[in-house]
Structures are given as C-alpha cells and as structure tokens.
T-cell receptor, first 115, second 116 residues
C-alpha cells in the first residue's frame, strides 16, 4: 500500500521554464511534507518542506503548494536550470502517535532540464 | 565535511556472509535513522536510534538485521547471513532535535550493498 505516490516517473523541461512535480498521498494523518533532491550515487538532499497548517512555502526558485482537501502537493521550480536535473522525492510524516521521524517516501520523479 | 558520513560506499558480500554498514551523524546530532532503497523504489524507514537506545525498529526485518548506536563511535547496521534480496542502497540520516519538531533529516550518500 503506497501512501505517497509520485505518478510521473520522469519529466523533461526546457531551461528557463517552470518545472512542476506532483505528489499525492492517501494517509490523512500526514501533517509534514518534504521534498528531497537526489543525484546518482549520492544521498537525498533536503530542498523544502511544508507543514499542514500552510498551503504554500517558498524558498528562492522553489515553491511547494499543499492542497489538503485533495491530498496533493506540488513542487514548482522556476526558472529551471540544467543543474536541477535529478530525481525528486516527495516525503511525508505524521506527528500523531509520536512517530513524525518516520518519513514515507514516494518512488521519485526524474527531472531532466534541457539546455 | 560536516555531513552524515557512511562507509563503506560499496560493499560486496556472498550469500551467507555478514554485512556491517557504518554511519557517523552530523556532529552534534544524536538522532539517527536508517532507510533502505530497493531498485526503482523510494526509501523505506527501517530504524530510529538515539545514543545507546533503539527507539523504533518497526521497519526492520525481525531476523538477521540489527542496529546499534553506541555511546562512542558510529551507528552500525548489521545484516547477518545475507541473501540476494538484501541487495539495496542503505541510507543513514540524522537530525539535531527529537521528534515533535519539524526538522528535516540530513542524509548520507549511502552504502550500496551487492550480494553475489
């Protein structure tokens, strides 16, 4: 049972354009969401997060949007740069039960930004 | 490099041997987490440790797998009598504060375990 789903295995965009990566979740107890970026042979690097009390969080070129009613979040990268080419993982955790350290990851989306 | 350090980066074992994976958290972080990534999958939580304590090992197989985080030294993930299905990338993460605070976990570059 996959609780965090990234339905697009890959995405290709042109440099300078917007990249939109999507993530859906099924567990309504999730209240903290994160995006990680991963290059081959490296570990995931934290990008940006959002708490369920917000619907938007912005950090430079990266913005995460949360739609709780739809159980959907998205990561916007604008403008996209070739160095953004990587696998992007959506992750979620639930504070209830005291286990918010337990991150549940999606399978990832491979973003390719073409020069 | 003040990040999470994992070694070895690559480990090859034959079926039936033991695998030991080491993780040194970010300096000052006392909370360590282990995740496993199978091919074409996302990372899956295995175990959460604090110094000398296993807090949650609900994601770890009941047999052959064990983890520790001693008072001194790195955290160790140990897999006894490895089988082909143990082939995966094993990632360690650490955080500076206990659960209950919204703080991201910082990951190491992982150990790629291959079982022949």
């Amino acid at each position: 049972d996959q609780q965090v789903k990234q339905n697009s295995p890959s995405l290709s965009v042109q440099e300078g354009r917007i990249s939109i990566l999507n993530c859906d979740y099924t567990n309504s107890m999730f209240d903290y969401f994160l995006w990680y970026k991963k290059y081959p042979a490296e570990g995931p690097t934290f990008l940006i997060s959002i708490s369920s009390i917000k619907d938007k969080n912005e950090d430079g070129r990266f913005t995460v949007f949360l739609n709780k009613s739809a159980k959907h979040l998205s990561l916007h990268i604008v403008p996209s740069q070739p160095g953004d080419s990587a696998v992007y993982f959506c992750a979620a955790s639930a504070k209830s039960g005291g286990s918010n350290y337990k991150l549940t990851f999606g399978k990832g989306t491979l973003l390719t930004v073409n020069p | 490099n003040a990040g999470v350090m994992q070694n070895p980066r690559h480990l090859v074992r034959r079926r039936g041997q033991e695998a030991r994976l080491r993780c040194s958290p970010v300096k000052g972080h006392s909370h360590v987490y282990w995740y496993r990534q199978l091919p074409e999958e996302g990372l899956k939580f295995m175990v959460y440790l604090q110094k000398e304590n296993i807090i949650d090992e609900s994601g770890m197989p009941k047999e052959r797998f064990s983890a520790e985080f001693p008072k001194e030294g790195p955290s160790i993930l140990r897999i006894q009598q490895v089988v082909r299905g143990d082939s995966a990338a094993y990632f360690c993460a650490s955080s500076p504060v206990p659960p209950g605070y919204n703080q991201p976990q910082h990951f190491g570059d992982g150990t790629r375990l291959s079982i022949l």
